[in-house]
């Protein structure tokens, strides 16, 4: 079985701080994706990595996957309450697996 | 945002009774998921269809079964309702199963307490 494993499980934090939840595994994966979810709605894609040491950037959020593909991170810069929310990773195993992994996700609290 | 209906919502019934969750999409997607999310667990995955008759378990099937006569529609259903099986389901599509390609896109989750 693949784990995945986040820290912080939950982040208070105030507006305008900048903040890095991580991504934790001993697998390899293929790919990594972060979603974002918001209280009664289902998750929502914000970005997949696929090679060792990809960074993406997505306005103030920036994606790493580690050199290894077995973690990733996710920075956040200048907060802002509109952040706030459940933020889960999800592996992609090697080839032919059939379904993704998730992390049990890291909770932000962004304070105006 | 996709087309994914799950129905009910909001569903509370006794321990016993057997209960059906619906996804309908209107993507027209290869792939459908039935996921159940619970504090401290994240997401995990009970079973998936790869097509009309075509389902396979995931890693929680234990309790629950699926069925899908149409390409729009997946059901799960809990053939007799255990207290162990309150949670929020989520239904997901996605086009591929590709690996290093594979964006899933949820419905609105559906939040079922079992009395």
């Known amino acids: 079985t693949q784990l995945l494993e986040q820290s912080p499980q939950f982040l208070s934090i105030q507006e305008g701080e900048n903040l890095t939840v991580y991504c934790n595994s001993s697998?390899?994966?293929?790919?990594l994706q972060w979603y974002r979810q918001e209280p009664g709605e289902g998750p929502v894609l914000l970005v997949t990595?696929?090679?060792?040491?990809e960074v993406k950037k997505l306005k103030r959020l920036t994606f790493q996957f580690g050199d290894a593909r077995k973690d990733s991170s996710l920075q956040i810069t200048a907060a802002q309450p509109g952040d706030t929310g459940l933020y889960l990773c999800?592996?992609?195993?090697?080839?032919?697996?059939?379904?993704?992994?998730f992390g049990s996700g890291t909770r932000l609290q962004v304070q105006p | 945002d996709a087309g994914i209906t799950q129905s009910p919502r909001h569903k509370v019934t006794e321990t016993g009774t057997p209960v059906t969750l619906r996804c309908h999409q209107t993507?027209?997607?290869?792939?459908m998921y039935w996921y159940r999310q619970d504090p401290g667990h994240g997401l995990r995955l009970i079973h998936y269809?790869?097509?009309?008759?075509?389902?396979d378990k995931g890693e929680v099937s234990d309790g629950y079964s699926v069925s899908r006569s149409k390409t729009e529609d997946f059901l799960l259903t809990l053939e007799s309702a255990t207290s162990s099986q309150t949670s929020v389901y989520f239904c997901?599509?996605?086009?591929?199963?590709?690996?290093?390609?594979?964006?899933?896109?949820f419905g609105d989750g559906t939040r079922l307490s079992i009395l």
């Open positions: 269809s790869y097509g009309v008759k075509d389902t």
């Open positions: 997901a599509i996605s086009e591929s199963l590709t690996v290093s390609n594979q964006p899933q896109h």
């Open positions: 697998s390899v994966f293929s790919s």
């Open positions: 990595v696929v090679t060792g040491g």
């Open positions: 999800a592996g992609a195993g090697r080839a032919g697996r059939r379904a993704l992994t």
């Open positions: 993507e027209n997607h290869r792939y």
